[in-house]
């Protein structure tokens, strides 16, 4: 017979091991961050004002005019999601997947959505102002008329983004790439554009970018190679009285205060503008 003693031992050493178990289990299983009575009440039409759907699955869902002021949709899935005329001011969309999205019309005012990807995302007539939008991904996303003022674009990648018409007034562009962006009547006055990088094949048509009070320090735009090196985009209003561009790493010449009309020949170049 086992003693007193030997049978509590046993019985305890029992315990721990159904512990260090359930922990493992507990472990290996996905965390689930969303409420789930939250996320039935956004799928049955209701306002889900402040709601909570981090990691939520929402893709492809039909979202229209759907109230989520100051909802927490930090890592949610809304890739293809349609969510045009939604309310999100003040959402946070931090790292969520948009890939896709339908936002036509939708209000993102104040909201917050570092390194989100809207890759593809149409975001015409969107209002972002003051939005949080550092590293996000805009890659060929449709931004017709969209509302950035104040917005913190910081790091954001908009290559072969569509702006035409966008509103970037006194928007952080700071380290922001807009390769292949399209910028025709871009209004980008007061925007800050340090190390900002632009391509030969960007677009500025109509009346080109309004850029009076921008700030433009060590901002690139690379040739490439043997292409025609044409630069007849014009950039009324411009400010750039404070700036000197800089050409193969010479002084090119000093920009101008209402307007700045630049050509080159075919040319390998690269064109830095830095502070005097």
């Known amino acids: 017979m086992m003693s007193p003693v030997t049978k509590r031992k046993l019985t305890l050493a029992a315990g721990s091991a159904l512990a260090l178990s359930l922990s493992m289990v507990l472990a290996a299983s996905p965390a689930v961050a969303f409420s789930q009575t939250d996320l039935e009440k956004l799928k049955s039409g209701h306002a889900c004002e402040k709601c909570d759907l981090s990691k939520a699955e929402l893709s492809g869902e ?13 890592g949610a899935n809304l890739r293809f999601a349609s969510l045009r005329s939604a309310n999100l001011i003040g959402a946070n969309l931090s ?11 939708a209000n993102l005012n104040q909201a917050s959505l570092p390194n989100a990807n809207l890759r593809n995302a149409i975001l015409h007539h969107a209002r972002l102002n ?7 991904n805009f890659t060929e996303a449709y931004m017709k008329d969209a509302n950035l003022t104040g917005a913190n674009l910081s790091g954001a990648n908009l290559g072969r983004a569509y702006l035409y018409f966008a509103n970037l007034t006194t928007a952080n562009l700071t380290r922001a790439r807009l390769w292949g962006a399209e910028l025709g009547d871009a209004r980008m006055e007061g925007a800050n554009l340090t190390q900002a990088q632009f391509s030969m094949d960007i677009s500025i048509e109509g009346t080109g970018i309004h850029m009076k009070g921008a700030t433009w320090i060590d901002g690139t735009i690379p040739c490439n190679g ?16 404070d700036e000197l561009v800089k050409w193969n790493g010479k002084q090119f010449g000093y920009g101008r205060n ?18 005097k």
């Open 62 to 74: 039909f979202l229209h005019h759907a109230n989520l002021t100051g909802a927490n949709l930090s």
């Open 95 to 105: 790292g969520a997947d948009l890939e896709g999205a339908y936002l036509f019309g």
């Open 130 to 136: 003051r939005a949080d939008l550092t590293g996000a």
């Open 226 to 241: 043997d292409a025609a090196v044409m630069l007849p985009h014009r950039l009324p209003r411009a400010n750039w009285s």
């Open 258 to 275: 209402n307007e700045m009309n630049w050509h080159a020949p075919r040319i390998t170049c690269e064109w830095h503008w830095k502070k």
